[in-house]
């Protein structure tokens, strides 16, 4: 990357931190990225009523190649399917994490052995680990001493949030067997409880709160 490049991007990166703006991710490998279309709208409803945030309602879309993903402190992915990364999408996201930018990939069920293999292009030397129970993003607005909750059940499994760190920050966090955007989506489209509705709401407001924070 060129001097004046980078310049260009810490700029951007640090342009989209005061303008409280998040987007989706339009990745390639024919996974519906698009999925859980009324998800983010709700999570930024409650957002901006309850931790005084100030985001747009209508998130943008954004590819992983291009510039703009520098204008947005927290970039939301998820889906179903098969992911896949060129080399140009890997270095592009690697510089805005690296700038200050952080990616929450949510596994809305089948996405987790393409998002492994792809984020070893993202971060070769480094791996996606456990966040423990104590780390901030548990606790950053409301308190979930035990961890990520399970909003949706898939295959029986214990959900876990995973990340990669990077000089003390977290910049990417993978939510797994979890679901939280099913739980985000409007009530009618899975009939969850409220309860639960409320559990996925407000750890979706912790990561955000966390993505715009650090």
Excluded at 1 to 21: H, N, V
Excluded at 155 to 183: N, W, Y
Aim: neutral net charge; glycine residues 8%; hydrophobic residues 35%.
């Amino acid at each position: 990357m060129g001097k004046l490049t980078r310049y260009i991007f810490l700029f951007l990166i640090s342009a989209g931190i005061y303008a409280q703006d998040i987007a989706v991710l339009q990745y390639k490998g024919g996974g519906d990225w698009y999925s859980n279309p009324t998800a983010l709208p709700n999570l930024i409803t409650f957002c901006n009523q309850n931790i005084n945030t100030k985001i747009t309602n209508k998130p943008k879309t954004v590819k992983p190649e291009s510039i703009d993903i520098f204008q947005y402190p927290y970039i939301h992915m998820t889906g179903h399917g098969n992911v896949f990364f060129t080399e140009k999408d890997a270095e592009n996201l690697r510089d805005y994490l690296l700038s200050g930018g952080f990616l929450h990939i949510d596994d809305n069920y089948g996405m987790e052995p393409y998002v492994r293999k792809e984020l070893i292009k993202v971060f070769p030397d480094k791996k996606l680990v456990e966040l423990p129970n104590t780390h901030p993003i548990f606790s950053a607005q409301y308190n979930f001493p035990k961890g990520l909750p399970k909003i949706h059940e898939h295959d029986g499994k214990r959900p876990q949030a995973l990340g990669i760190v990077h000089e003390g920050r977290l910049v990417l966090l993978f939510t797994f067997e979890s679901d939280l955007g099913d739980g985000w989506e409007s009530p009618e489209v899975h009939n969850d409880p409220p309860e639960v509705r409320k559990k996925a709401l407000q750890m979706g407001a912790n990561i955000i709160k966390y993505a715009f924070e650090n």
